[in-house]
């Protein structure tokens, strides 16, 4: 487990992949998008960051939902070497952890490069019309919830909604590196 941080400067647009399911069924990202916008988290079922957000990512997706905005996970590790990322442990986790929206497979790891992704998690949240918006974490404490000071992640759906500017600075999200398959 590596330690890595992202955050994303510049302009950037929702691209346009299909991505299947735990379950096999095939998800366009832009058919994804809410009324306001689209939160899109790269994250996985083995890494200790984001297991340790997963249950306000689904927390926050009913909340961001009643705003007009749409949650998908991707998940980029499905490595060879990490089987409990797998297509199987995969579908074991929206049982588990009451995933309510699409929990997509990146198996060759194209919208993870695209995204220039780095970690799990990974938050980027756009606006109506598939520009980013923000990119950054849920919060100001991924390891206990009971620690956090600062929301993050709902305050800046908050202003895309209300029309604002994109709350600044963005901190960037912390987590686990993402698996590569090129990579030994």
């Given at each position: 487990m590596a330690l890595v941080a992202s955050i994303y400067k510049g302009d950037f647009t929702l691209p346009d992949f299909t991505l299947n399911d735990a379950k096999g069924v095939a998800h366009s990202l832009r058919e994804q998008m809410g009324?306001?916008?689209?939160?899109?988290?790269?994250?996985?079922?083995?890494?200790?960051?984001?297991?340790?957000?997963?249950?306000?990512?689904?927390r926050h997706a009913e909340t961001l939902k009643a705003m007009g905005i749409n949650?998908?996970?991707?998940?980029?590790?499905?490595?060879?070497?990490?089987?409990?990322?797998?297509?199987?442990?995969?579908?074991?986790k929206?049982?588990?952890?009451?995933?309510?929206?699409?929990?997509?497979?990146?198996?060759?790891?194209?919208?993870?490069k695209a995204?220039?992704?780095?970690?799990?998690?990974?938050?980027?949240?756009?606006?109506?019309?598939?520009?980013l918006y923000y990119h950054g974490r849920i919060d100001d404490y991924w390891k206990d919830e009971s620690k956090v000071t600062r929301e993050e992640?709902?305050?800046?759906?908050?202003?895309?909604v209300a029309g604002q500017p994109a709350p600044q600075p963005q901190h960037p999200t912390i987590g686990c590196s993402i698996k590569w398959l090129n990579e030994a």
């Open positions: 009324e306001k916008g689209l939160l899109v988290a790269f994250t996985c079922n083995h890494c200790p960051y984001a297991i340790a957000v997963w249950p306000r990512l689904v949650t998908v996970a991707i998940n980029p590790n499905i490595h060879p070497d990490y089987p409990e990322d797998n297509i199987e442990a995969m579908q074991e929206l049982k588990e952890w009451h995933i309510n929206f699409p929990y997509l497979a990146d198996e060759t790891q194209e919208v993870a995204f220039d992704a780095q970690c799990t998690p990974d938050i980027y949240m756009f606006d109506s019309e598939g520009k992640l709902l305050p800046a759906a908050e202003a895309l």
